[in-house]
Structures are given as C-alpha cells and as structure tokens.
C-alpha cells in the first residue's frame, strides 16, 4: 500500500472494529455478572468467525477466555472491562505463538539454507528478496536461487527484484532443481555467502509431484528453516495448505503475506495454531522492504484498539534521519523552527507510511474511522502544498506574508486564503509551543542531549 493511498480495508480493521464494541460495551459497568460475560463471549466468537479464524480455533480461545473471566477476582475487579480485555489479548497472542518472536534458525556450519515453499501466487518470489534484504541489512550476506523450472520467466523474475534490492543471486545454466540448488550451495561456499535463500517451485493445488521435488531438495540441503508463504487474502485455504505442506516435509514456520489486503484476518489467527508452527515473518506491501518480524504481541494489541508504540518507534527510526533530528532539536532550542521544518515533518510522517496505519500504532487511535483519516491525509497535503508555493524567504519569515502573498499562495498551491491563514495560524502556535519548550524545558534538553542513544 503506498503512502497516501488507503486501498483496501486492512487486514484486521473489522474485527479490530468488532472486538473494540465489546469492550465499550462493557466499559463504566461497576461489576461484571456471568451473564455480561456470555454475552460478551458470544460477540467475541461472531467476530472471529466473521473474520474466517478455524472454528476450532475460535471454540478453545473463547473457553479459555471464559474459565479466566468468571473467576471472582474478575467478578468483582474495580476494572473488570480491562481485567477482560487483559485475558483476551493473552490468550490472542498465546493464539499467535507467544510472547517471544521467533528468529531465523541458522546451521552449525554455513551456509544456513532457508527453502521458500507454498502454492503458485502466494507471494514467494518476492518473499525471497524481502527476505534476503532484512538478512543483509542485519549483517548477513545471503545469496538468492530460485529452483522454479515451471513457471516462465520465474528465475529472472527473482533476479529482476533480488538485483534492484542490491541482493546476489546465483542464475546457473542448469535446467533441473536438484542440479541449480547444488551449484548454488558450492557458490556459497567458495564466496563465502552465509544463507542461501531457495525459491522453489509451486503449483495451483498441492500434488505429489511438487511434494517429491521439494522433499529432494530438502534431502540435498539439509535446511536450517523451511518456510511456508501462506497469502493472507485466501483465508482458510492457506491454513490448510499450510498444515498439508507441514504435514507432507515439515515446515519451520510460516511467512504471512498481503497483510496490508483487504482481507478478513483469520488465516494469521489460525496458521499457527491449526500446524503449530509461528508465523515468523509479515509482507505488509508490495515494496521490498515492507517486511518485518512477525510479534504477537504487538499485532494483538493493534486488533484490541491498544496500539503498537513499539512498532510506531521502530517505523520511526527507519524513517528518520538522526542528522535532521538532531538538527531539528538545536533549531527548536535556538527557537529557530521554521515553516521549512514544519513542512519537512509532515513529509517525515508520510514516510513512515498511510496515516491510518501509522494512527493505528497510537494507543486509543485505531478505532478512527475513515472519513476522519482521509481528512487527515488531506491537511498534510494541503500543508505541504502552501509551503512549498512560498519564497524561500516567507518559509523563513512569516511575518513578510501580507494579503497579496497570501493571495500568490493560495493560487500556487491550488487553495483558498482561508487554507493559508488557517495554516499561518497553526503554524504560530506550534512555534509558540516549540518555543516554550526549547527556552524553559530542562526535559527538552535532556531529550536533546540523549537523542544519540536513544538512536
């Protein structure tokens, strides 16, 4: 999903709508019944059936949730809304895996191997890139080899993505799987590649045929991780195929992809509980490096309506140059802010993704509808536009801009004189308030001074 463009609904905004209704519905209640409780369980299991999770799945969480929640300690809480919400965020993210996040096994002597399976159209291809980018840019030095003899043009579509991400990939003259992955592994070798990334082949249906080529390739390579690309969008469909692969070679983990699709959510809710296997990695876009590590915890949190501040920071460290920040921080102590670095933050905010997204990681600003975020979206446009018709001197000096520059402005940028005085207006509060906050804040300055190790 690109910046500025909300596509679809996200992958879990309308359970995330339904389950934030149970819990308003029992908020301000002074105590809990047993029939409160039911009523409120049974809302919970409509959602996650409505959102296509396992049936099964759905019958062990909501009576675990229930013998948790009729106990008297949760009767008779003074909070007992949150003492639930407590219980079923635990017993979501036990759902997911766990509270630990599950890395990338490596081999006693590399190169480790990592074969990329799943049915045709699931995303592995460009799972393998994604894959080898986060690899390298943790230090590791992967090599990428797609074993798809099938599909046309499969192997240079994995070089075309895997080059353009300033990956290796190994393209031999073979024609048979075996043989391609072979020469890859003594590539590795001779170079000194430490993981060796296999795009292999899929099928529309699983078959014997793809089942024995895969089991020879594992054979042959003794892998450290077999991952199974599961597309978000097929629903169920994925989990079976899903528990099928595992059942037939043995996966390791799942990666989930499409995250970012409208989709009803439930195949992330029940891979990993129907094969017992973790989701390890999430393709949250069609960009190379929209791809993270797969934490329960904090999507958990971000379907009950409770935010994902970690995440938010994470997003926010990879977008944010340390160098403008720090620039930025001696500029608002100098009370030097100008419309310049007020505009360079909106385009900062942009970068760290759709709006929606990003509010979604706040806590208590997920359950913003959309008119609300599309408004949003529009003032940041709109901001942007109106400073960058300005002279570089009334970004500097606001106080030049009388009635016909604003005038000029407006017509440049596409708006009103209204949208210039409005944004003039808020502008010389924010710069009020930097100013407070950078003449008088000993807690500003201390922010200042750790900012390199915070980073």
Same mark, same amino acid.
């Given at each position: 999903?690109?910046?500025?463009?909300?596509?679809?609904?996200?992958?879990?905004?309308?359970?995330?709508?339904?389950?934030?209704?149970?819990?308003?519905?029992?908020?301000?209640?002074?105590?809990?019944?047993?029939?409160?409780?039911?009523?409120?369980?049974?809302?919970?299991?409509? *959602?996650?059936?409505?959102?296509?999770?396992?049936?099964?799945?759905?019958?062990?969480?909501?009576?675990?949730?229930?013998?948790?929640?009729?106990?008297?300690? =949760?009767? &008779?809480?003074?909070?007992?809304?949150?003492?639930?919400? @407590?219980?079923?965020?635990?017993?979501?993210?036990?759902?997911?895996?766990?509270?630990?996040?599950?890395?990338?096994?490596?081999?006693?002597?590399?190169?480790?191997?990592?074969?990329?399976?799943?049915?045709?159209?699931?995303? &592995?291809?460009?799972?393998?890139?994604?894959?080898?980018?986060?690899?390298?840019?943790?230090?590791?030095?992967?090599?990428?080899?797609?074993?798809?003899?099938?599909?046309?043009?499969?192997?240079?579509?994995? !070089?075309?993505?895997?080059?353009?991400?300033?990956?290796?990939?190994?393209?031999?003259?073979?024609? *048979?799987?075996?043989?391609?992955?072979?020469?890859?592994?003594?590539?590795?070798? +001779?170079?000194?590649?430490?993981?060796?990334?296999?795009?292999?082949?899929?099928?529309?249906?699983?078959?014997?045929?793809?089942?024995?080529?895969?089991?020879?390739?594992?054979?042959?390579?003794?892998?450290?991780?077999?991952?199974?690309?599961?597309?978000?969008?097929?629903?169920?469909?994925?989990? @079976?195929?899903?528990?099928?692969?595992?059942?037939?070679?043995? #996966?390791?983990?799942?990666?989930?992809? !499409?995250?970012?699709?409208?989709?009803?959510?439930?195949? +992330?809710?029940?891979?990993? +509980?129907?094969?017992?296997?973790?989701?390890?990695?999430?393709?949250?876009?069609?960009?190379?490096?929209?791809?993270?590590?797969?934490?329960?915890?904090?999507?958990?949190?971000?379907?009950?309506?409770?935010?994902?501040?970690?995440?938010? =920071? *994470?997003?926010?460290?990879?977008?944010?140059?340390?160098?403008?920040?720090?620039?930025?921080?001696?500029?608002?102590?100098?009370?030097?802010?100008?419309?310049?670095?007020?505009?360079?933050?909106?385009?900062?905010?942009?970068?760290?993704?759709?709006?929606?997204?990003?509010?979604?990681?706040?806590?208590?600003?997920?359950?913003?509808?959309?008119?609300?975020?599309?408004?949003?979206?529009?003032? =940041?446009?709109?901001?942007?536009?109106? #400073?960058?018709?300005?002279?570089? @001197?009334?970004?500097?000096?606001?106080?030049? =801009?009388?009635?016909?520059?604003?005038?000029?402005?407006?017509?440049?940028?596409?708006?009103?004189?209204?949208?210039?005085?409005?944004?003039?207006?808020?502008?010389?509060?924010?710069?009020?308030?930097? !100013?407070?906050?950078?003449?008088?804040? &000993?807690?500003?300055?201390?922010?200042?001074?750790?900012?390199?190790?915070?980073?």
């Amino acid at each position: 999903m690109c910046v500025g463009d909300r596509g679809g609904v996200s992958l879990f905004e309308s359970l995330s709508e339904r389950l934030q209704g149970v819990f308003r519905s029992l908020r301000g209640q002074g105590v809990l019944s047993e029939a409160q409780i039911d009523a409120a369980l049974r809302e919970i299991r409509l *959602a996650l059936l409505e959102a296509d999770v396992h049936f099964k799945v759905v019958k062990e969480l909501v009576e675990r949730v229930r013998s948790r929640a009729t106990g008297q300690e =949760i009767l &008779k809480s003074l909070n007992p809304d949150q003492a639930v919400l @407590r219980i079923v965020r635990d017993e979501m993210v036990s759902l997911l895996g766990g509270g630990d996040v599950p890395g990338i096994e490596t081999a006693k002597r590399p190169p480790s191997v990592v074969l990329i399976t799943g049915l045709q159209g699931s995303g &592995k291809t460009t799972t393998t890139a994604k894959l080898g980018r986060w690899l390298a840019g943790r230090g590791s030095h992967p090599v990428l080899v797609s074993t798809d003899v099938y599909r046309p043009a499969a192997r240079e579509q994995l !070089k075309t993505v895997a080059t353009r991400a300033g990956l290796k990939v190994h393209h031999p003259d073979e024609t *048979a799987p075996l043989a391609i992955l072979r020469s890859a592994l003594a590539e590795a070798v +001779a170079v000194g590649h430490d993981f060796v990334l296999v795009d292999t082949a899929g099928r529309l249906h699983i078959d014997e045929a793809l089942m024995a080529e895969l089991a020879e390739l594992q054979a042959a390579a003794e892998p450290s991780e077999v991952l199974y690309v599961a597309d978000a969008l097929t629903g169920q469909d994925a989990v @079976r195929s899903a528990d099928e692969f595992h059942r037939r070679i043995g #996966i390791t983990g799942i990666v989930l992809t !499409k995250l970012d699709g409208d989709s009803r959510g439930g195949a +992330a809710l029940s891979a990993t +509980a129907v094969t017992g296997r973790p989701i390890k990695f999430a393709g949250l876009g069609e960009k190379v490096e929209a791809f993270e590590p797969f934490e329960p915890a904090r999507m958990v949190s971000r379907i009950l309506g409770m935010g994902d501040v970690l995440g938010l =920071i *994470a997003r926010a460290e990879e977008t944010v140059e340390q160098e403008k920040a720090e620039e930025l921080a001696r500029k608002i102590r100098r009370s030097e802010f100008s419309l310049e670095d007020y505009r360079d933050q909106m385009k900062q905010l942009r970068k760290m993704g759709p709006l929606d997204q990003v509010l979604s990681m706040m806590p208590g600003m997920g359950s913003l509808k959309g008119v609300d975020v599309d408004r949003g979206e529009g003032e =940041i446009r709109r901001t942007i536009a109106i #400073i960058d018709s300005m002279t570089p @001197r009334e970004r500097r000096e606001p106080s030049v =801009i009388n009635g016909s520059r604003r005038k000029r402005i407006a017509r440049g940028s596409g708006n009103t004189v209204q949208d210039v005085n409005r944004l003039l207006r808020q502008f010389a509060q924010t710069r009020k308030l930097m !100013k407070g906050l950078g003449s008088g804040s &000993k807690a500003m300055k201390r922010l200042a001074a750790r900012m390199p190790q915070l980073r």
